[in-house]
């Protein structure tokens, strides 16, 4: 189901080749930005209307808003920020996993017997389907005519004028408290220059003022999954790992041997970081250039 | 104005360990708190009461213990406060958990504000606030960064979201729920802390807010959980050793040819 004014039909085609075999828009110039009371009108509709057995929401914003106020009002039973779905082979409940007392540990959820089953998903906790342009689906555009007054108005919005995101980038340098000063985290921004990755962060940096919040990796920033993953001065604590650890390629620079981010690394630099990141930068500044 | 925050108490997850064997919570030792993020939703409350004048309500459901949250936030300055606690209600998701603090707040009569904080640090959910709102049929503004201004029946809000921050105006009453960036919480006082002491926490039941027993606890609750493990992490992690300058150098040179064999360089 999409949400919104007008949709390109290209948008709304993609999601057949991504794995859909049936696309509702719902259309209307009022849909144009997310306005909870109208989206949850549309989406309470189709429920009812459909009667889905199971309806999944990325955990942004717009989901984590948009959900729970329609599961209260479809008697449906909602599991937020799950990391894994998977749909139980015996009973044919979506079993949905999600970590929990801040990511010490993993809990399976089901909904018994409410339906829909509804979740929000965390992005990127998974990789997106690839396009198949052979694939075929109906796509089908609704009006929404009978929309109802809201009570919030969007009065402007502001975006901001923050560098690149981690979110989508391919490539991420986190920086951790080893870091020590705010000052220093120059050289770690150099070396996400020359690998072309975006610059992420622990809480802990985050905390201090060193880093703004978008830069955050973990349980209570974002969820990133990228090709590579270079953390440098991070201890790799159960909370920043659940931010992480999907990432394709990971690679730990620490001066401690037992830091925790080795067990999850792919490559592991056991050294002091203002002795070995400006090395890797040369290095990879040498690797660019002779290619 | 008049305010109500529904405040949650949890444990101190930031010092939770697990044990090993079993794979479950040590609760020894770990102390129960005020869900930090409430106390964000406290603090814009008791500004918004000091500017224009009102009452602020503090609201938990829990275990009996739970009062000793709601006394910490009348030491804060809150005004007064309820607990929700009985059998009836342990157990609850967040579905049956907003439905019982939604039944609470209309008992607590006509209010213009409803606080909430972003979540709560062990669910770690955030369902709560939207759920109040959908049960009060309330408009609800999620993700909170500042109070622009208050009027005319009216409140002005910059709600934080991905690229930005939207200025959204919303109709009261009206439930928010707030972050960290709204405000920094104030410390309790002497003088609150020895009115806390003494004052009244109205302990309620399943049938001092009207509530349909069908809708709480675990019974009432859509979700159940099934399974709880330890998060596992395996990979094989090759070390290099970088305590002197040739380590530096060696390690540099490899860090090199491994992204070159990932096609990363
Ligand atoms: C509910 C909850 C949610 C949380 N959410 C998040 C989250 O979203 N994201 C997050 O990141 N954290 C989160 N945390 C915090 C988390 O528990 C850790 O405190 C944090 O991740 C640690 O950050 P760090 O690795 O930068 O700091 P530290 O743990 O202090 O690690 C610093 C590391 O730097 C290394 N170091 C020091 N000096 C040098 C040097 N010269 N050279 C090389 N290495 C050096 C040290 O060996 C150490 O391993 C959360 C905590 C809780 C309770
Ligand atoms: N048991 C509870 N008692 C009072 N308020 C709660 C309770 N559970 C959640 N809340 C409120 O809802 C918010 C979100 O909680 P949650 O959805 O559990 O993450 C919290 O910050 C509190 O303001």
């Known amino acids: 189901m999409a949400i919104g004014p007008e949709l390109p039909g290209a948008d709304l085609a993609e999601l057949i080749e991504r ?11 009022r849909l144009r930005h997310f306005d909870l009371e109208r989206y949850a009108a549309c989406l309470g509709r189709l429920i009812r209307q459909r009667r889905p057995e199971i309806v999944i929401a990325a955990a942004t914003t717009t989901g984590r808003t948009l959900m729970p106020y329609v599961a209260v009002t479809v008697d449906a039973g909602l599991t937020a920020d799950c990391t894994v779905l998977d749909i139980d082979a015996e009973t044919g409940r979506l079993l949905q996993t999600r970590p929990a007392i801040g990511g010490h540990i993993l809990a399976t959820i089901a909904t018994p017997t409410h339906r829909p089953q509804m979740a929000t998903v965390r992005p990127h906790s998974t990789p997106p389907a690839a396009r198949d342009a052979a694939r075929r689906g109906e796509i089908e555009r609704l009006a929404a005519d009978d929309l109802p007054e809201s009570r919030v108005r969007r009065v402007d919005f ?16 986190a920086v951790g408290r080893g870091i020590k000063r705010a000052d220093n985290i120059a050289i770690v921004r150099d070396l996400a220059d020359a690998l072309g990755a975006a610059l992420g962060a622990t809480r802990e940096v985050v905390d201090r003022g060193w880093l703004s919040y978008p830069h955050q990796i973990g349980l209570s920033g974002k969820t990133i999954t990228p090709k590579l993953y270079v953390g440098v001065g991070v201890s790799g604590s159960i909370q920043h790992l659940a931010g992480m650890q999907t990432a394709e390629t990971i690679v730990a620079i620490n001066s401690d041997p037992d830091a925790q981010l080795f067990r999850v690394a792919d490559l592991g630099i056991v050294g002091d970081l203002f002795e070995v990141v400006p090395k890797l930068t040369e290095r990879v500044r040498l690797g660019v250039e002779i290619a | 104005m008049r305010i109500i925050v529904p405040i949650k108490q949890v444990p101190e997850t930031s010092s939770v360990r697990m044990d090993e064997q079993t794979g479950t919570m040590v609760r020894d030792g770990v102390e129960a708190i005020v869900n930090p993020l409430d106390l964000y939703a406290i603090e814009t409350a008791l500004r918004l009461r000091d500017a224009r004048g ?14 000793r949250a709601l006394r910490e ?36 009569g006509a209010c213009d504000l409803i606080l909430c904080g972003e979540r709560a640090t062990d669910g770690d959910t955030g369902q ?32 934080l979201v991905e690229a930005g921050c939207e200025i959204l105006d919303a109709a009261l009453p009206c439930v928010l729920t707030v972050v960290k960036a709204i405000a920094a919480p104030r410390l309790p006082t002497l003088r609150g802390k020895q009115r806390a002491r003494t004052a009244d926490v109205p302990r309620w039941g399943p049938g001092d807010p009207d509530v349909d027993a069908d809708k709480l606890g675990l019974s009432g ?45």
């Open chain 2, 73 to 108: 936030a009348l030491s804060m300055g809150c005004d007064d406060a309820a607990l929700l606690s009985d059998s009836a209600f342990a157990g609850s998701d967040t579905w049956a958990t907003s439905y019982a603090l939604a039944a609470a707040v209309r008992k607590l």
């Open chain 1, 19 to 29: 794995g859909a075999d049936a696309v509702v828009a719902v259309e209307d110039e």
């Open chain 2, 128 to 159: 709560v606030g939207p759920g109040i709102a959908a049960w009060l049929n309330l408009p609800v503004v999620t993700y909170v960064g500042r109070v622009e201004r208050v009027g005319e029946g009216r409140i002005r809000v910059r709600r």
């Open chain 1, 158 to 173: 502001l975006p901001d004028d923050e560098e690149g995101g981690i979110q989508d980038a391919e490539r991420v340098v």
């Open chain 2, 54 to 67: 009102g009452r602020v309500t503090c609201l938990s459901m829990g275990p009996p213990a739970a009062e």
């Open chain 2, 221 to 265: 609750s859509p979700t159940r959980v099934v399974n709880i493990f330890r998060p596992t992490v395996a990979r094989q992690c090759e070390l290099l050793p970088a305590g002197d300058a040739p380590g530096v150098e060696a390690a540099a040179e490899r860090f090199a040819a491994f992204l070159r064999e990932k096609e990363l360089l």
